[in-house]
């Protein structure tokens, strides 16, 4: 990434702790951190519980791409697979919400999916795109709302609160938190001066701490683990895999093939994370000769477009790769001299889940109990 922001995410986590200029922050982190501190009290304070619905909420303690999108995508689809009525909700970064109404994204086919994202944010679009249509998303500011709908009117049992963590709306039943398993508190200092939301104390909150590994290989490195386990009451990690299903063009989400591995290709992105999702791409295989590195949820004009496609012409690539939580926000007819094509991805866990899913298998179970008539 490129700029003023670029820098300063290096400095987060760059090795040796916090660097010279990033002290110059640390005023506006000591407000920060006073402020988020009352958010959170106030949050505490104000979260209702949602009768008939088991509850989890996945977050993460810094901000960037750690994959707490993917983790609760694969816990709404788990919820599913035990036989619940699942539903994400978050809230919908960069949506223009219309006044009145739930906030839920349809899921009939014919919907152009693809040009609501200005109403539901792109995140959104993209679990839409990547859930089968018996689970449901809803992208609302107001969780406590969207609970409602999803419960009242869709019959919603099981909701995830993707970056759920800091919301004050919803009372969840466990809370599972991603963390970066390479420097998972950056240089330990809150924003602006280092990467944290909140303070490392507060992982002790968490039920399940989580680390997605991008590369075949990757290992948690023990002083994590230590770390964690300092930090969580003793909490293993539970460690979940990228991996790629299959790459194929914008919109076409049901038909896909191998990459082409080799083949001189670039990036171009907005997500949280660049440098992870260059060490994904990689890792399958992608010779990737330019990325160009928006900053998270942009929403991309024209003619910035076409001058980083021709950056990446010149440098030699003969595809283009975007990821799924960009397809939403890619031009539809954009024309470019190479190819455009969708990393299309999916998460695998490399640890036993049985202990882990239990509460939510014996929720959907209890669930199933009281609707044919038994007791909660």
């Not at 402020?35 to 909420?57: C, D, F, M, N, Y």
């Not at 993209?126 to 107001?142: N, T």
């Not at 409602?148 to 039943?173: F, H, I, K």
């Not at 590195?293 to 950056?311: G, Y």
């Amino acid at each position: 990434m490129r700029g003023f922001r670029g820098a300063l995410e290096r400095a987060w986590y760059a090795g040796g702790g916090l660097r010279a200029w990033t002290l110059v922050l640390a005023p506006l982190a000591l407000g920060y951190g006073a402020a988020s501190s009352l958010k959170r009290r106030r949050a505490s304070r104000s979260r209702k519980q949602v009768a008939g619905a088991h509850v989890i909420a996945v977050g993460n303690l810094t901000v960037g791409g750690t994959g707490k999108s993917s983790v609760a995508r694969w816990l709404a689809a788990e919820a599913a697979a035990a036989g619940a009525r699942a539903a994400i909700l978050l809230r919908g970064h960069g949506a223009r919400r219309r006044s009145g109404g739930s906030g839920v994204v349809p899921d009939f086919a014919s919907y152009p999916l693809r040009r609501a994202v200005v109403r539901y944010g792109d995140e959104a679009i993209a679990h839409r795109l990547a859930l089968p249509c018996g689970a449901a998303v809803a992208a609302d500011p107001d969780r406590w709302r969207a609970a409602r709908a999803l419960v009242q009117g869709y019959g919603a049992g099981v909701l995830v609160l993707d970056d759920g963590w800091e919301q004050g709306g919803v009372r969840w039943d466990e809370l599972w938190v991603v963390v970066d398993p390479r420097r998972p508190a950056g240089n330990g200092a809150l924003l602006p001066a280092g990467p944290l939301r909140r303070p490392v104390h507060t992982l002790a909150e968490a039920r399940r701490v989580v680390c997605l590994l991008e590369e075949p290989g990757e290992t948690v490195p023990e002083a994590t683990r230590a770390w964690v386990a300092r930090h969580a009451r003793g909490l293993p990690i539970l460690r979940f895999r990228r991996v790629l299903r299959c790459v194929s063009p914008p919109g076409a989400a049901g038909a896909g093939a191998p990459i082409r591995r080799g083949v001189p290709a670039a990036l171009v992105s907005g997500v949280g994370s660049p440098a992870r999702l260059e060490r994904f791409a990689s890792a399958v295989g992608l010779d990737c000769r330019y990325h160009a590195a928006f900053p998270d949820h942009a929403r991309w004009a024209a003619a910035a477009l076409r001058s980083e496609v021709e950056r990446a012409r010149r440098a030699g690539a003969r595809e283009l790769y975007i990821t799924e939580k960009d397809e939403a926000r890619w031009p539809e007819g954009f024309a470019t001299p190479i190819p455009v094509l969708v990393l299309r991805t999916r998460i695998e866990p490399l640890d036993s889940m049985e202990e882990a899913l239990e509460p939510l298998r014996v929720a959907v179970a209890r669930a199933a109990v009281a609707r044919a008539g038994g007791i909660g």
